[in-house]
């Protein structure tokens, strides 16, 4: 397996730009998790799936954050408009939905916004 | 909520010596508690964990302990080594919801 994959691996756009980020989990995981990394803030979780149903999406900033998770293998977080303090890595990352078993982060998405 | 608090954010050590970070969490339904390293420019990636029905844990220079009456748990790492300098992140796992300390920059210097 290729792990999770995320796309794109750098994205630059302008401010009031829309912006989707993708992930692809590890096949048979049925748990996605999105971070959001900045050096003030660290590693912020923003919402999580299980099943493809959000579960938790409290750590999601504004309404202008979303996320979808149409089917077991495809996940995207949008961001619209977007503004230069959306400027971060975004991780996805996966797990099988039990407890106690490993996260695998994908390598990540790094967006700035002008 | 959950909340990890982690300790120090910054420690840095001579090579040789040992290394110690510590979390606390909040939440005492936590029964989860992984470790993750950082490398600068990579992604996270698990270097142990341990379970709430477990009080150490040790895989070669790496060892966890954890005190689940006072909620706290710790990363130990002995004979540091340069290539142990990363960033390192204590999580804490409440159903299936897995939420991280502040990270620990930890400096070997040789």
């Known amino acids: 397996d290729a792990g999770v994959i995320q796309s794109p691996r750098h994205e630059v756009t302008e401010m009031g730009q829309e912006v989707t980020l993708r992930c692809k989990p590890i096949?048979?995981?049925?748990?996605l998790f999105w971070y959001r990394q900045t050096m003030m803030r660290g590693l912020e979780l923003l919402i999580y799936?299980?099943?493809?149903?959000?579960?938790?999406d409290s750590g999601m900033p504004e309404d202008r954050f979303s996320a979808k998770m149409p089917n077991a293998s495809f996940s995207t977080l949008k961001i619209q408009p977007s503004e230069p303090r959306d400027s971060a890595v975004y991780f996805c990352a996966s797990s099988i939905q039990s407890l106690n078993t490993e996260a695998f982060f994908g390598q990540g998405t790094r967006l700035t916004v002008v | 909520g959950e909340n990890v608090e982690q300790h120090p954010s910054t420690l840095s050590v001579q090579e040789g010596d040992s290394a110690v970070i510590k979390c606390t969490y909040s939440?005492?339904?936590?029964?989860?508690f992984p470790w993750y390293k950082q490398e600068l420019g990579k992604r996270p990636q698990l270097i142990i964990d341990i379970r709430s029905n477990v009080g150490e844990k040790k895989d070669q220079r790496i060892a966890v302990t954890l005190n689940k009456t006072a909620k706290h748990f710790s990363l130990h790492i002995t004979e540091t080594q340069p290539e142990d300098s990363a960033v390192y992140f204590c999580?804490?796992?409440?159903?299936?919801?897995?939420?991280f300390g502040a990270g620990t920059i930890l400096r070997v210097k040789s």
């Open positions: 999580a804490e796992q409440y159903g299936n919801k897995l939420v």
């Open positions: 096949s048979g995981h049925n748990s």
């Open positions: 939440d005492s339904a936590s029964n989860y």
């Open positions: 799936f299980n099943n493809n149903v959000p579960i938790d």
